[in-house]
T-cell receptor, first 111, second 117 residues
Framework: DAKTTQPNSMESNEEEPVHLPCNHS???????IHWYRQLPSQGPEYVIH???SNVNNRMASLAIAEDRKSSTLILHRATLRDAAVYYC????????????FGTGTSLTVIP | EAQVTQNPRYLITVTGKKLTVTCSQN?????MSWYRQDPGLGLRQIYY???????DKGDVPEGYKVSRKEKRNFPLILESPSPNQTSLYFC????????????????FGPGTRLTVL
């Protein structure tokens, strides 16, 4: 199974950058790294995904280690609305397009 | 509005009484999936479908059935529900990305909270 390891929880001050780490030491060459987040009482929502290169979008940046065994989701300026559980997931056609969400990192944003 | 809808949103039932949770998407997505979410266990994939008439087991398929007769619908069937299937269920759909060869952004429904007594 393609699995990831994340810290159970993290805290950040509002308006400061947040770096959410994810380890995926068993990643294969075809695995993409996906990030989703789940706000309280809502379904998960897509944040970002990438393969090898760092990726940016309007929500966040994804920094992928050169050996691809770890990655970091970067929220550039945390807001109270960013308080959520963040999931790092590996997915590829080689894994049958299964997605293993795990338990994620619960981010608390302190005003 | 592009969305994934699930019905019902809340359901309380008794052990052994067959039930179906419907899921529908209006985005013409090929990929659809069902997850359950339990405290301390995160989200676990039950079944997924890469297109009409193509379904595969996820991490926890026991006790569930699915069908994909139309592209937009992916119902989850519990033939004989048991209390350990009490959970929060999410349906999701996604578009196939031909360039990368994977399913991209998954859109999730609002969830169905099921209680089996």
């Amino acid at each position: 199974d393609a699995k990831t390891t994340q810290p159970n929880s993290m805290e950040s001050n509002e308006e400061e950058p947040v770096h959410l780490p994810c380890n995926h030491s068993t990643i294969s060459g075809t695995d993409y790294i996906h990030w989703y987040r789940q706000l309280p009482s809502q379904g998960p929502e897509y944040v970002i995904h990438g393969l090898t290169s760092n990726v940016n979008n309007r929500m966040a940046s994804l920094a992928i280690a050169e050996d691809r065994k770890s990655s970091t989701l970067i929220l550039h300026r945390a807001t109270l609305r960013d308080a959520a559980v963040y999931y790092c997931i590996l997915g590829s056609s080689n894994t049958g397009n299964q997605f293993y969400f795990g338990t994620g990192t619960s981010l608390t944003v302190i005003p | 509005e592009a969305q994934v809808t699930q019905n019902p949103r809340y359901l309380i039932t008794v052990t052994g009484k067959k039930l179906t949770v419907t899921c529908s998407q209006n985005m013409n997505h090929e990929y659809m999936s069902w997850y359950r979410q339990d405290p301390g266990l995160g989200l676990r994939q039950i079944y997924y479908s890469m297109n009409v008439e193509v379904t595969d087991k996820g991490d926890v398929p026991e006790g569930y059935k699915v069908s994909r007769k139309e592209k937009r619908n992916f119902p989850l069937i519990l033939e004989s529900p048991s209390p350990n299937q009490t959970s929060l269920y999410f349906c999701a759909s996604s578009l196939w990305d031909w360039a990368s060869g994977i399913y991209n952004e998954q859109f999730f429904g609002p969830g169905t909270r099921l209680t089996v007594l």
